[in-house]
């Protein structure tokens, strides 16, 4: 990511630099005299070369902040900066109507809004880059760049004096673009020598009493490694993958978020596609009253870091059968949508460890083929997670989109995060190869004699009903509940269990 967003600056420096071709395709304008915002005014014959070309620059600058890997602090000199990119296509779209001070006849018949918004856009886009440089040499403190602010600084204060003047105008403005370019080149310089140990994002807004739960919870984060891309977790003092039988593997990374909460048999609940812990605190108090409730986040998702694979279907198994107790005990699996292709392929990989598993919504494993990119793109979505466009995005449409889809504020703050984001995204890219899987692993292994609920609210694909009788399994149909049990019926799920 660091290298994708030193290209898009080396661009913007580049299209930002077009200009200089103009003082030989334009002899109109003045090169000493006239602004280089002249040579894309309505009246020039390459107007449309210098107006793309302007549109270009801001929108390769945006592409670079967009891409660079989130670093603590950083974000009010990269906000700025995004500002002078959107300023420079704001001016691209609405040039000049002539030459403002080339052509003497300029401006006689009064201006357009298209000539004011380009004279506003582009003071404006001044003040953003030089914001930018401030705040990010400040942050950086690096010798090289505060020169190039400072330079910049005097070739925007020569360029107002030569307008206040009324003399050499172009030559100070023409100064002034090249040293943002030049500033330009340097950032992406220092992009590609970052190390990539710098980009790191900043944790979760936490509420207080929410870290865990509720009634008592208790939450382990503890480093542990991992294996299969499974991470490690603690529950006790005694590590889950341990006590699971599981070596773990090289390269794992560790604090998995898991909320422990009462005591008693133990019941483990996974939750839907980018679910969260949270949403089953109502469940979880219900339980917790005779069981041990065990909840977690997948990689990615809720507290839990990113996983450096893509998710699949065998790995959350492998998740899950960590997290149960050791045997001779026995687990109550509680299972939510997507999540309970994890449920069904645990219970026909580990028959021994399951003594009851609860279906809530069940997702259809419908006959379709997995996305050919979608392990590519999975591999990517952990880097794109981490940087200022993942994490814009989801400051602006996470929460919102949370509460429309659960009714539910987000009292942690994770739903605004790019991390989550781009866990939600690749969960839903893996359903296709994950519901492949089921398909091939419910024709190898039987599933267990167990006694299994599936409940839903509603099944106007028959999925549910279908699922029931291949488990045989009691169906429980739940009438005007709406949508996420958990949330809207709660005391159904813990009876389910119960």
């Not at 906000?79 to 006849?105: R, Y």
Request: glycine share 10%; net charge positive; aromatic share 6%.
């Amino acid at each position: 990511m660091f290298v994708l967003a030193a290209c898009a600056f080396i661009v913007t420096a580049v299209l930002a630099s077009a200009w200089v071709t103009g003082q030989f395709t334009t002899p109109a304008v003045d090169r000493t005299e006239g602004y280089v915002s002249e040579l894309a005014a309505r009246n020039q014959p390459w107007t449309r070369l210098f107006r793309v070309s302007d549109v270009l620059t801001g929108l390769a600058c945006l592409a670079g902040v967009a891409l660079v890997p989130r670093v603590a602090r950083e974000w009010p000199g990269w906000l700025a900066l995004a500002a002078f990119g959107l300023l420079t296509v704001v001016a691209g779209l609405f040039p000049l109507d002539c030459a403002a001070l080339s052509d003497p006849l300029c401006g006689r018949q009064g201006a357009s809004a298209a000539h004011v918004a380009h004279a506003a856009a582009r003071v404006l886009g001044t003040i953003a880059v030089l914001v930018a440089m401030v705040l990010l040499s400040a942050r950086w403190r690096a010798r090289a760049s505060w020169l190039f602010t400072w330079l910049t600084l005097g070739a925007t204060l020569l360029t107002a004096g030569a307008q206040a003047a009324g003399h050499g105008v172009g030559l100070a403005h023409r100064a002034q673009l090249t040293m943002i370019a030049v500033w330009l080149v340097y950032v992406a310089l220092r992009l590609l020598v970052a190390d990539d140990a710098a980009a790191d994002e900043a944790g979760p807004r936490i509420a207080p009493g929410r870290m865990g739960g509720v009634g008592g919870a208790r939450v382990r984060t503890d480093d542990a490694p991992a294996w299969s891309g499974a991470d490690g977790v603690r529950a006790d003092d005694e590590p889950l993958w341990s006590r699971a039988g599981a070596d773990p593997g090289p390269g794992g990374r560790g604090r998995a978020h898991v909320v422990v909460q009462g005591a008693g048999p133990v019941v483990l609940i996974t939750a839907g596609l980018a679910g969260a812990w949270f949403h089953w605190d109502a469940v979880a108090a219900r339980l917790a009253v005779g069981h041990r409730v065990i909840r977690f986040d997948r990689p990615g998702l809720g507290l839990s870091p990113c996983a450096p694979v893509p998710p699949t279907l065998y790995d959350e198994a492998a998740r899950l059968a960590a997290l149960s107790p050791a045997h001779p005990q026995q687990v109550t699996l509680v299972a939510h949508g997507v999540a309970c292709w994890h449920a069904e392929a645990f219970a026909r990989l580990h028959p021994l460890c399951l003594a009851r598993l609860v279906l809530v919504e069940p997702a259809c494993t419908a006959e379709r083929r997995p996305l050919p990119f979608a392990r590519t793109a999975c591999r990517w979505l952990p880097a794109l997670g981490r940087t200022w466009g993942a994490t814009a995005l989801a400051r602006l449409a996470g929460p919102p989109a949370h509460r429309l889809l659960t009714g539910l504020p987000d009292p942690s703050g994770v739903y605004g995060t790019g991390r989550v984001l781009a866990a939600a995204v690749g969960e839903w890219l893996a359903r296709r190869g994950m519901a492949a899987d089921l398909r091939r692993l419910r024709e190898e292994k039987p599933f267990p004699d167990v006694p299994v609920t599936v409940l839903s609210a509603g099944d106007p694909d028959g999925c549910a009903e279908r699922l029931a009788d291949a488990l045989a399994a009691e169906h429980v149909r739940l009438p005007r509940a709406g949508r996420h049990l958990q949330l809207r019926a709660p005391q159904a799920v813990a009876h389910a269990v119960t």
